[in-house]
Nanobody, 115 residues
Framework: QVQLVESGGGLVQAGGSLRLSCGVS????????MGWYRQAPGKQRELVAR???????NYADSVKGRFTISRDNAKNTVYLQMNSLKPEDTALYYC?????????WGQGTQVTVSS
């Protein structure tokens, strides 16, 4: 059974940094895209960043220049380095993996940024 296990969330002051990690366990096959989404209370889930196997990346405009996504294909792990965090970054962050024609989701890790 495939599982996505996230870690690295927490409480941080505005201007601080956090690094999220998401490891994939189980037989998942060829992983194409790995990414991070977030959902704040009362809002829809939105894409934060994603990275293709080629290394090509997409970022939400709101995090460009502050967040960096990376992946380790040998470890089936994706990372999100978040710098200069703002209170509006507060949300539940979900790891997403697209492999073998379907999406897989993690359980979410909470990021809270205090002002």
């Amino acid at each position: 059974q495939v599982q996505l296990v996230e870690s690295g969330g927490g409480l941080v002051q505005a201007g601080g940094s956090l690094r999220l990690s998401c490891g994939v366990s189980g037989s998942i096959g060829f992983i194409n895209t790995m990414g991070w989404y977030r959902q704040a209370p009362g809002k829809q889930r939105e894409l934060v960043a994603r990275i293709f196997r080629s290394g090509f990346t997409n970022y939400a405009d709101s995090v460009k220049g502050r967040f960096t996504i990376s992946r380790d294909n040998a470890k089936n792990t994706v990372y999100l380095q978040m710098n200069s965090l703002k209170p509006e970054d507060t949300a539940l962050y979900y790891c997403n993996v697209y492999a073998a024609g379907r999406d897989y989701w993690g359980q979410g890790t909470q990021v809270t940024v205090s002002s």
